[in-house]
């Protein structure tokens, strides 16, 4: 089967942390549960705290139209 494009193209962002937080991505990466690599972990946990702060009302949903796909 086709791999689809993502409805939004990944972009990529570079994250300066301090041991101590790398040392807790690490350890999240050995769980398997939020990713394999610490880069994979950093993104769930950013998505996570994202939504948090979505949800709490600190940030406001940004409305995205989603691009049609050819042939659709």
């Known amino acids: 089967m086709a791999k689809r494009q993502p409805f939004f193209p990944d972009k990529t962002v570079t994250l300066q942390v301090n041991d101590v937080v790398l040392a807790y991505l690490e350890d999240l990466a050995k769980t398997g549960l939020y990713g394999n690599t610490h880069d994979q972990v ?31």
């Open 42 to 72: 950093a993104e769930i946990v950013l998505r996570l705290g994202l939504r948090q702060l979505i949800d709490s009302g600190a940030l406001k949903l940004k409305e995205q139209t989603i691009p049609r796909i050819e042939g659709e």
